[in-house]
Protein backbone atom coordinates (compact mmCIF):
# COMPACT_ATOMS: atom_id res chain seq x y z
CA UNK A 1 0.00 0.00 0.00
CA UNK A 2 1.57 3.13 -1.38
CA UNK A 3 1.50 5.60 1.24
CA UNK A 4 1.58 9.69 0.28
CA UNK A 5 4.33 11.85 2.32
CA UNK A 6 5.39 15.20 1.60
CA UNK A 7 8.58 16.22 0.60
CA UNK A 8 11.14 19.10 -0.76
CA UNK A 9 12.48 19.74 -3.96
CA UNK A 10 16.34 19.58 -3.94
CA UNK A 11 16.88 23.47 -4.60
CA UNK A 12 20.06 25.56 -3.11
CA UNK A 13 17.47 28.66 -3.07
CA UNK A 14 14.97 28.32 0.11
CA UNK A 15 12.92 30.63 -1.68
CA UNK A 16 12.53 28.85 -4.63
CA UNK A 17 11.77 25.48 -2.46
CA UNK A 18 8.19 23.72 -3.36
CA UNK A 19 6.73 20.50 -1.58
CA UNK A 20 5.58 17.53 -3.76
CA UNK A 21 3.70 14.40 -2.75
CA UNK A 22 5.45 11.50 -3.44
CA UNK A 23 3.72 7.78 -3.00
CA UNK A 24 6.17 5.63 -1.04
CA UNK A 25 5.69 1.83 -0.61
CA UNK A 26 6.48 0.38 2.88
CA UNK A 27 4.67 -3.15 2.55
CA UNK A 28 8.55 -4.76 2.16
CA UNK A 29 10.63 -2.39 4.38
CA UNK A 30 12.71 -4.24 7.16
CA UNK A 31 13.67 -2.25 10.28
CA UNK A 32 17.11 -2.88 11.80
CA UNK A 33 18.91 -0.86 14.83
CA UNK A 34 22.43 -0.50 14.06
CA UNK A 35 25.37 0.70 16.12
CA UNK A 36 28.20 0.60 13.67
CA UNK A 37 28.36 1.56 10.02
CA UNK A 38 31.41 0.38 8.21
CA UNK A 39 32.43 2.58 4.99
CA UNK A 40 34.14 1.51 1.69
CA UNK A 41 33.97 3.45 -1.32
CA UNK A 42 34.69 3.05 -5.00
CA UNK A 43 34.81 5.24 -8.21
CA UNK A 44 31.29 5.47 -8.81
CA UNK A 45 29.36 4.89 -5.26
CA UNK A 46 29.76 4.31 -1.68
CA UNK A 47 29.49 1.37 0.17
CA UNK A 48 27.92 1.32 3.64
CA UNK A 49 27.51 -2.17 5.92
CA UNK A 50 25.63 -1.93 9.03
CA UNK A 51 25.67 -3.91 12.21
CA UNK A 52 24.74 -4.65 15.87
CA UNK A 53 27.64 -4.56 17.97
CA UNK A 54 26.85 -6.22 21.22
CA UNK A 55 30.50 -6.52 22.59
CA UNK A 56 31.30 -4.33 25.52
CA UNK A 57 33.56 -1.08 24.67
CA UNK A 58 36.75 -1.56 24.46
CA UNK A 59 36.18 -5.28 24.13
CA UNK A 60 36.34 -7.69 20.57
CA UNK A 61 35.01 -11.16 22.31
CA UNK A 62 32.82 -11.63 19.34
CA UNK A 63 33.05 -10.73 15.56
CA UNK A 64 30.42 -7.72 14.63
CA UNK A 65 27.56 -9.25 12.85
CA UNK A 66 27.22 -6.85 9.81
CA UNK A 67 23.67 -7.54 8.41
CA UNK A 68 22.35 -4.42 5.87
CA UNK A 69 24.17 -3.01 3.15
CA UNK A 70 23.10 -0.08 1.20
CA UNK A 71 25.36 1.35 -1.87
CA UNK A 72 24.74 4.64 -3.48
CA UNK A 73 26.18 7.39 -5.94
CA UNK A 74 27.92 9.74 -4.60
CA UNK A 75 25.34 12.18 -5.20
CA UNK A 76 22.89 10.62 -3.34
CA UNK A 77 25.43 10.26 -0.64
CA UNK A 78 25.75 13.74 -1.03
CA UNK A 79 21.99 14.57 -0.75
CA UNK A 80 21.56 12.22 2.73
CA UNK A 81 24.75 13.85 4.19
CA UNK A 82 22.83 17.39 3.70
CA UNK A 83 19.43 15.96 5.35
CA UNK A 84 21.17 14.39 7.98
CA UNK A 85 23.01 17.40 9.04
CA UNK A 86 20.02 19.27 8.97
CA UNK A 87 18.33 16.86 11.40
CA UNK A 88 21.27 16.62 13.39
CA UNK A 89 21.56 20.03 14.08
CA UNK A 90 17.62 20.45 14.66
CA UNK A 91 18.30 17.70 16.96
CA UNK A 92 20.66 18.94 19.08
CA UNK A 93 19.19 22.92 19.11
CA UNK A 94 15.76 20.90 20.74
CA UNK A 95 18.32 19.50 23.09
CA UNK A 96 19.90 22.95 23.83
CA UNK A 97 16.58 24.69 24.42
CA UNK A 98 15.30 21.80 26.93
CA UNK A 99 18.80 21.77 28.87
CA UNK A 100 18.07 25.72 28.80
CA UNK A 101 14.46 25.41 30.22
CA UNK A 102 15.47 22.66 32.66
CA UNK A 103 18.33 24.91 34.25
CA UNK A 104 16.07 27.99 34.39
CA UNK A 105 13.24 26.07 36.39
CA UNK A 106 16.28 24.63 38.70
CA UNK A 107 17.00 28.25 39.16
CA UNK A 108 13.70 29.48 40.17
Not at 33 to 59: H, K, R, W
Request: net charge negative; hydrophobic share 35%; aromatic share 4%.
Amino acid sequence: MAEEQTARTENTDPENEQEVNIPFDRSKMVTSYANICLVMNAPEELILDFGLNTNPPQSAEMPIELSQRVIMSYSHAQRLLQTLSVVVQRHEQMIKQQQQQAATGQAE
